[in-house]
């Protein structure tokens, strides 16, 4: 293939020099940590919306994004020769997965029949190029929430039109999951919430989304689809209340409606603190669960309330991410799921240059976090403080509760004459700040001698 960017392969160039330019630092993909490679631990994918489509606009301001491929007018045209620069560049920065959405990659038609046959197009030429790279999909999905028919949602719409056109919409997006061998399918609703709680039935808008899923579940079926179903939770943006508000609320809903069988969840850096919780949380409660199924990787800005799909370069974030993952032993169910970059560069780094480094930030944090997670869970340190913290519960009353023998009235007897004395006795300091502390001292020693 013809150098369509001005980049040539990106290198390991170890962290000897700490100025970040166009090669890794800690990420080595063939180096083995925890026993696996670091790529099959960390599984990365390229964003196609973000990477390839978005112009770095925001509210106040023009796109500044310069492209390769700028200047190519035709729809079809600039969508089929948008394939050939996608991979290119995933081969250049050396990742094996990538993720789309349908609407990410080729223009609408005037009907869906139309459409489709825009996508057709461009589906075989990404299946071509697949079979000559070895490129994998990760996961595709629609997208029902940026034409204006989506003003009130795809699937909890209260037009029925609009449902049925959002329904034939998913059933080719599955089509083309299998075709192209898709390891995962993931539904994100963009618009799935309400605005104002006066004018919707909020039931009746739960009840259809969970038809809808159910109906995508049966067409998998059909087809021979074996990709893994996930749902994307985020709390609001663009709507003010969205269904699938955080980890919890959408593995309740997945429970409520009987999906959670077919369906695991896909999380976000930036969406865990909008619903106003750390990444770690929402993965902590997913695995708790047993419903982990894929990561997206970005993070937000503290001074900023909303969702600005940053790279991640948070090095505390990141060991806390893969700390969880390690303790998984994987990333979703059979190890299918991956960290898949939703995030774009800031508006001023408008550079086709930059396309790399913020990928090679984003990718070097998270193998970072890698390492140093690694070493954690090698010292065992966390194990040990939980193990430590929860030991009463291993013996005596707290095994009965463990156990499941005990009563209110067993419970009860114990602590009848218990004096106040004993009872402060029996708790111990966390010693939180020394653990905190700690934590910075693996980070720093770790990195050290990486």
Known sequence: MSNLWDVESIPFVGAEDPRQGLGFHYYQPDRVVAGKPMKDWLRFAVAYWHTFNQRLVDPFGDGTARRPYDGLSDPMDLALAKVDYTFEFYRKLGVEYFCFHDRDIAPEGDTLRETNANLDRVVDHIADLQADSGMKLLWNTSSLFTNPRFVSGGATSPFADIYAYSAGQVKHSLEIAKRLGAENYVFWGGREGYENIWNTDLKREQDHIARFFQL???????????????????????????????????????????????????????????????????????????????????????????????????????????????????????????????????????????????????????????????????????????????????????????????????????????????????????????????????????????
């Open 216 to 450: 995508c579940v049966d067409y998998a079926g059909e087809i021979g689809l074996d990709a893994q179903f996930l749902l994307e939770p985020k709390p609001k943006e663009p709507t003010n209340h969205q269904y699938d508000f955080d980890a919890a609320t959408t593995i309740a809903f997945l429970q409520t409606y009987g999906l959670d069988d077919h369906f695991k969840l896909n999380l976000e850096g930036n969406h865990a603190n909008l619903a106003g919780h750390t990444y770690q949380h929402e993965i902590r409660v997913a695995r708790a669960a047993g419903m982990l199924g894929s990561l997206d990787a970005n993070q937000g800005d503290k001074l900023i309330g909303w969702d600005i799909d940053e790279f991640p370069s948070d090095l505390y974030e990141t060991t806390a991410v893969m700390w969880e993952i390690l303790a998984e032993g994987k990333i979703g169910p059979q190890g299918c799921g991956g960290l898949n970059f939703d995030a774009k560069p800031r508006r001023t780094s408008f550079d086709a240059e930059d396309l790399f480094r913020t990928h090679i930030v984003g990718m070097d944090s998270y193998a970072a976090g890698l390492l140093v997670a690694a070493k954690l869970h090698e010292d065992q340190y966390f194990e040990d403080l939980v193990s430590q913290r929860y030991s009463s519960f291993d013996s005596g009353i707290g095994a009965s509760v463990e156990d499941k023998t005990a009563t209110l009235a067993s419970l009860e007897e114990h602590a009848l004459d218990v004096s106040q004395a004993d009872l402060l006795a029996a708790t111990h300091s966390d010693h939180l700040e020394s653990v905190k502390a700690t934590l910075n001292n693996y980070l720093i020693q770790t990195l050290a001698h990486a």
